[in-house]
């Protein structure tokens, strides 16, 4: 089972023990060196589990043969297929994977959760340790493999391996864990709406104030309010950690809503994802979730181009030699950014010393089609010294458990909304879909003609507005989008 | 100890030189030897120049002589091989026996291996 993407390709392990011939062990069809390295492996693995390893030759074909292998995972198909060829079990149908580990037992594999979605309606023999990612596939079989030793047995008819019994996703999604609530923000009102916002529509959200106004601490609370993953969202994120090899041992699904937050060291690679071989980068792991950009400004240019595309599309495509894939990558963007490079622009007491020239310059860095792509500009300004205070907060109203509750309302109300399409909140749809969910009243649409024509709104634009509209009605429970709410999603925008 | 492979090593020698004549193999000469290297047992198989290296083990329990049989040493082979042709175009093979001798140094099995290559998979 190789895979390119999330895609899977069966690859056929053919094994061939020769009875003529200098004794010896080769393995071709375009194997990787750890592939290669799986001749010791499985060698050492097959002695030290009790088994015979025929010393003879022996050739091993991965096909098919134009299809780079790579990794560990073939090690059991092999091992099964020498077994088979020299007449120590019997031939058995079914999908081997995993990796062995020199006495014979199973590793952690990565990508078990895509070998279950393709054996649909089969069965699988999988490392006892990765199975669980297999058993919220309806309609497969899986076999949880302790070791090599016991697989043979099972085989043979000895000792029989149990099944694992199917679990069902929707009890495995986790409440959020709350490691910062909202209400330990002091003020910033504006800032925790347009974050609840962000939160129940999935819009982009850019913060801008000076340093030590909380809008690390704003970003940080974001998880805590956004709403608990679907049973589909939830296997549609795992499939990409699956192939990553981020889901914890023993773990059958992500749980929680992803939240990432990469440093601005981060390379163009890094992020919209590649290797030879291309890998999910961290767009794609924040898919359905939030990927979260702390000065913003900071990151090199290339890096912020390279998001455009996603951005817009919700998906990522990487072309590299080997080949072209492409990941799902439909994130939220929370950006914090400085407003200029001192910090201190705007700033109520203290002086800004940078020159016009510096501020410009910085401001440049994040480029207008970025700009335009978010939906909702914020700003975070330094604290009032009355609002600060050592007691415990008295705004309950604020606080992220309240939050949530609004959040997963809005996001029901989307949810139904797009039964039929293929996304789930407001911020994922396309124009036409704007056009069929969003209906504005003529006084609605005139506020926006007319915003549109003062401040010369790009025609991405026209459409984000209704979007963020249209969620901010949908927090309020009402099914029309009414003047009120064009005019506070008309409030976000970008400050000229 | 050295001492002790060398005297199994001869054993193994003449062990696989009866074996090939047997095989109506006749031989051209033994241990040829320069200084970067040696070759067992040098042959003839129906006018083909057969060289031959030798591989003993005393029991099985340090593996199996074809293991002991590496890249390396096919190449060291192949290259005293080509010392002995000296340029010379003669229809020529490598061959490989390996011998394993029991405890009283009395032979247990002979593998004869013909023309091994540097396709086959050695170590």
Same mark, same amino acid.
């Given at each position: 089972?190789?895979?390119?993407?999330?895609?899977?390709?069966?690859?056929?392990?053919?094994?061939?023990?020769?009875?003529?011939?200098?004794?010896?062990?080769?393995?071709?069809?375009?194997?990787?060196?750890?592939?290669?390295?799986?001749?010791?492996?499985?060698?050492?693995?097959?002695?030290?589990?009790?088994?015979?390893?025929?010393?003879?030759?022996?050739?091993?074909?991965?096909?098919?043969?134009?299809?780079?292998?790579?990794?560990?995972?073939?090690?059991?198909?092999?091992?099964?297929?020498?077994?088979?060829?020299?007449?120590?079990?019997?031939?058995?149908?079914?999908?081997?994977?995993?990796?062995?580990?020199?006495?014979?037992? $199973?590793?952690?594999?990565?990508?078990?959760?895509?070998?279950?979605?393709?054996?649909?309606?089969?069965?699988?023999?999988?490392?006892?340790? #990765?199975?669980?990612?297999?058993?919220?596939?309806?309609?497969?079989?899986?076999?949880?493999?302790?070791?090599?030793?016991?697989?043979?047995?099972?085989?043979?008819?000895?000792?029989?391996?149990?099944?694992?019994?199917? *679990?069902?996703? =929707?009890?495995?999604?986790?409440?959020?864990?709350?490691?910062?609530?909202?209400?330990?923000?002091?003020?910033?009102?504006?800032?925790?709406?347009?974050?609840?916002?962000?939160?129940?529509?999935?819009?982009? $959200?850019?913060?801008?104030?000076?340093?030590?106004?909380?809008?690390?601490?704003?970003?940080?609370?974001?998880?805590?309010?956004?709403?608990?993953?679907?049973?589909?969202?939830?296997?549609?994120?795992?499939?990409?950690?699956?192939?990553?090899?981020?889901?914890?041992?023993?773990?059958?699904?992500?749980?929680?809503?992803?939240?990432?937050?990469?440093?601005?060291?981060?390379?163009?690679?890094?992020?919209?994802?590649?290797?030879?071989?291309? *890998?999910?980068?961290?767009?794609?792991?924040?898919?359905?979730?939030?990927?979260? $950009?702390?000065?913003?400004?900071?990151?090199?240019?290339?890096?912020?181009?390279?998001?455009?595309?996603?951005?817009?599309?919700?998906?990522?495509?990487?072309?590299?030699?080997?080949?072209?894939?492409?990941?799902?990558?439909?994130?939220?963007?929370?950006?914090?950014?400085?407003?200029?490079?001192?910090?201190?622009?705007?700033?109520?007491?203290?002086?800004?010393?940078?020159?016009? =020239?510096?501020?410009?310059?910085?401001?440049?860095?994040?480029?207008?089609?970025?700009?335009?792509?978010?939906?909702?500009?914020?700003?975070?300004?330094?604290?009032?010294?009355?609002?600060?205070?050592?007691?415990?907060?008295?705004?309950?109203?604020?606080?992220?458990?309240?939050?949530?509750?609004?959040?997963?309302?809005?996001?029901?109300?989307?949810?139904?909304?797009?039964?039929?399409?293929?996304?789930?909140?407001? #911020?994922?749809?396309?124009?036409?879909?704007?056009?069929?969910?969003?209906?504005?009243?003529?006084?609605?649409?005139?506020? $926006?003609?007319?915003?549109?024509? =003062?401040?010369?709104?790009?025609?991405?634009?026209?459409?984000?507005?209704?979007?963020?509209?249209?969620?901010?009605?949908?927090?309020?429970?009402?099914?029309?989008?009414?003047?009120?709410?064009?005019?506070?999603?008309?409030?976000?925008?970008?400050?000229? | 100890?050295?001492?002790?492979?060398?005297?199994?090593? /001869?054993?193994?020698?003449?062990?696989?030189? &009866?074996?090939?004549?047997?095989?109506?193999?006749?031989?051209?000469?033994?241990?040829?030897?320069?200084?970067?290297?040696?070759?067992?047992?040098?042959?003839?198989?129906?006018?083909?120049?057969? @060289?031959?290296?030798?591989?003993?083990?005393?029991?099985?329990? @340090?593996?199996?002589?074809?293991?002991? @049989?590496?890249?390396?040493?096919? &190449?060291?082979?192949?290259?005293?091989?080509?010392?002995?042709?000296?340029?010379?175009?003669?229809?020529?093979?490598?061959?490989?026996?390996?011998?394993? /001798?029991?405890?009283?140094?009395?032979?247990?099995?002979?593998?004869?291996?013909?023309?091994?290559?540097?396709?086959?998979? @050695? &170590?």
């Amino acid at each position: 089972m190789a895979h390119v993407g999330l895609t899977s390709v069966a690859i056929e392990v053919e094994v061939d023990v020769a009875e003529q011939g200098f004794p010896g062990f080769n393995i071709v069809g375009l194997a990787g060196k750890a592939v290669e390295e799986a001749r010791e492996r499985v060698k050492t693995a097959v002695n030290n589990s009790g088994l015979d390893f025929p010393g003879k030759k022996i050739t091993v074909n991965l096909a098919p043969a134009d299809l780079p292998k790579d990794g560990g995972a073939y090690d059991l198909p092999i091992a099964i297929g020498i077994l088979t060829a020299s007449g120590q079990v019997p031939h058995a149908d079914g999908l081997f994977y995993g990796e062995l580990s020199l006495d014979g037992s $199973l590793r952690a594999t990565k990508g078990v959760l895509l070998v279950g979605l393709f054996a649909k309606g089969g069965s699988i023999f999988v490392p006892i340790e #990765s199975a669980n990612e297999a058993a919220v596939v309806e309609d497969v079989t899986v076999y949880p493999v302790r070791n090599l030793q016991e697989l043979v047995d099972h085989l043979n008819n000895v000792k029989e391996i149990k099944r694992l019994s199917h *679990l069902e996703i =929707k009890e495995l999604v986790d409440e959020a864990a709350v490691d910062f609530d909202l209400a330990e923000v002091a003020g910033q009102e504006q800032a925790k709406r347009a974050l609840l916002i962000a939160a129940a529509g999935g819009h982009n $959200l850019l913060m801008s104030g000076p340093p030590g106004a909380g809008k690390t601490m704003l970003a940080r609370a974001m998880p805590g309010i956004l709403p608990p993953l679907s049973p589909a969202e939830a296997l549609e994120v795992t499939r990409i950690y699956s192939v990553v090899g981020l889901l914890d041992p023993g773990e059958s699904l992500l749980r929680r809503r992803p939240f990432r937050s990469p440093h601005h060291g981060i390379s163009a690679a890094g992020i919209i994802g590649g290797g030879t071989n291309p *890998l999910p980068g961290e767009v794609s792991l924040a898919h359905l979730g939030v990927l979260f $950009l702390d000065e913003m400004a900071e990151f090199p240019r290339p890096v912020l181009e390279s998001l455009r595309q996603p951005m817009e599309d919700g998906v990522v495509n990487i072309v590299r030699v080997a080949g072209h894939v492409s990941y799902p990558a439909s994130f939220t963007l929370l950006a914090a950014v400085n407003p200029c490079p001192c910090g201190y622009l705007g700033h109520p007491r203290r002086e800004c010393k940078c020159s016009e =020239k510096m501020i410009r310059k910085y401001r440049g860095r994040i480029s207008g089609p970025i700009l335009d792509r978010i939906d909702l500009h914020v700003r975070v300004p330094a604290v009032e010294t009355e609002k600060l205070s050592t007691q415990p907060s008295t705004l309950n109203a604020q606080g992220s458990k309240y939050l949530r509750e609004q959040v997963i309302n809005a996001r029901k109300i989307q949810t139904e909304r797009f039964t039929e399409e293929k996304i789930y909140t407001n #911020s994922q749809m396309r124009n036409k879909q704007v056009k069929k969910y969003c209906k504005l009243d003529p006084e609605t649409e005139r506020l $926006l003609r007319l915003a549109v024509e =003062k401040h010369d709104l790009s025609a991405r634009s026209y459409f984000r507005l209704i979007k963020v509209a249209r969620t901010i009605a949908d927090l309020e429970d009402s099914s029309d989008i009414a003047v009120a709410h064009m005019a506070e999603a008309l409030q976000y925008r970008q400050q000229i | 100890m050295k001492f002790e492979n060398r005297k199994t090593g /001869l054993i193994g020698e003449e062990v696989a030189l &009866q074996h090939l004549l047997k095989k109506d193999l006749q031989l051209v000469s033994r241990n040829f030897s320069t200084r970067f290297g040696e070759i067992d047992l040098i042959m003839r198989d129906k006018g083909v120049l057969v @060289f031959v290296e030798v591989k003993t083990k005393k029991g099985l329990d @340090f593996g199996r002589p074809e293991e002991m @049989f590496t890249r390396n040493k096919y &190449q060291k082979v192949k290259n005293m091989a080509l010392v002995y042709l000296k340029g010379r175009e003669v229809k020529s093979r490598i061959d490989m026996v390996a011998v394993v /001798l029991d405890e009283l140094n009395e032979p247990v099995t002979v593998s004869h291996y013909e023309n091994v290559t540097g396709m086959d998979g @050695f &170590q």
